[in-house]
């Protein structure tokens, strides 16, 4: 148990729908990170939320949104969805300047038919 | 750019000692995390180096050498439930004191009888 929750676990969406995917973190930790895992592959850095704004963006399309609220916890947002986007959608809760405190949640299953 | 390369896959009798390797090329090094991820789960934390050395935690050890961009896991006493996949990922300075993950592919360790 990190700490980090995420939800929903599993979804189908179909090409052309948008998602929300949702994360809170760990008590205490005021960093959200999102990574996009496809299968077989490691995770890819989406973007990161600090104080409710972004804090660095990975190679992801514009169509990749995000929101910080005021408690830390995270949404993110995926427009127009293509098939490639099927992934696991994980969310990295993280304290600013601890650099060995990152713990994943359990992740979002997204299938995009 | 980054660079972080691992084996593949490997394969270890059970009761042995397994080293998986991981090379890595990048800027603004903060740390090295080695994570366990069996099939279709989330992530799971094992180890973190940001100096030079072997952290020792059980059954799993990790090394660092930052002259080199080198590390290691090492699985001692392997059992059955070790198999899984092992991610290895450096955290990089992202903007200002805020820290992103580039992962490697992972090395899918199969454990035998």
């Known amino acids: 148990e990190t700490g980090v929750t995420q939800s929903p676990t599993h979804l189908i969406k179909t090409r052309g729908q948008q998602v929300t995917l949702r994360c809170s973190s760990q008590s205490g930790h005021n960093t959200v990170s999102w990574y996009q895992q496809a299968l077989g592959q490691g995770p890819q850095f989406i973007f990161q939320y600090y104080r409710e704004e972004e804090n660095g963006r990975g190679n992801f399309p514009p169509r990749f949104s995000g929101l910080q609220f005021p408690n830390y916890s995270s949404e993110l947002n995926v427009n127009a969805l293509e098939l490639d986007d099927s992934a696991l959608y994980l969310c990295?809760?993280?304290?600013?300047?601890?650099?060995?405190?990152?713990?994943f949640g359990e992740g979002s299953w997204l299938t995009v038919v | 750019g980054q660079n972080i390369d691992q084996p593949t896959e490997m394969t270890a009798t059970e009761g042995a000692i397994v080293q998986i390797n991981c090379t890595y090329q990048?800027?603004?090094?903060?740390?090295l995390f080695w994570y366990q991820q069996h099939a279709g789960e989330a992530p799971t934390f094992l180890s973190y180096?940001?100096?030079?050395g072997l952290e020792e935690k059980g059954r799993f050890s990790s090394f660092l050498s930052r002259s080199k961009g080198y590390s290691y896991l090492l699985l001692k006493e392997l059992q059955m439930k070790d198999s899984a996949s092992y991610l290895c990922a450096v955290s990089i300075i992202n903007t200002g004191t805020a820290s992103k993950l580039t992962f490697g592919t992972g090395t899918r360790l199969q454990v035998t009888l």
């Open positions: 180096n940001v100096l030079d």
């Open positions: 990048t800027s603004g090094f903060n740390g």
């Open positions: 990295a809760s993280s304290l600013q300047g601890s650099g060995n405190t990152i713990y």
